[in-house]
């Protein structure tokens, strides 16, 4: 059976393909940090120490639920979740991968370099087709929203006048 839709699709699928590529270079991309932690950790102060994993964690577990949350919100079009995901990227995961990328007195490895680029061209193409995408659905139900209200406005003052008698 094929169901036909009365509204338009609002999903996006550049985002949809850059969450499902990236679905699967995370843990290629774990892997390979806990190997490179693993390495030079000890040759790290213990502040940087504390700072690395603390980073490293912050950026699995909000790579974790950034993921799930763009699935969500883009697949079943669900506004909350897809900004939630476009403020843990921009707001959360952006700065503590440029803090990995930038600082100068972390050590880092050419492979590790090489893959906290890939993962930020990752985001950084996420965010902006995310943006795009959020901004589409947010138009679309704010359109449904006024509609709503006017059919209800046109539809009460219909009702009141069959209710005073048709005049």
Known sequence: HSV????????????????????????????SEGVMLELK?????????????????????AEALRLYLGYIGNLQEKVPELASFLLLSSLIEMPVLLFILMDPHIIRLPLETAVHLLLLLFLLSEIMAAFVALRAMAKHLARQFYLRQFEEGAGGAGRARSARGGQ
Request: hydrophobic share 55%; glycine share 2%; aromatic share 22%.
């Open 41 to 61: 950790y000890n040759l790290l102060p213990a502040y940087y120490q504390f700072l690395l994993v603390a980073a490293y964690l912050t950026l699995v577990l």
């Open 4 to 31: 036909k839709l009365n509204r338009p699709v609002l999903s996006s699928l550049p985002l949809q393909v850059m969450l499902y590529f990236n679905a699967f270079y995370v843990p290629f991309w774990g892997l």
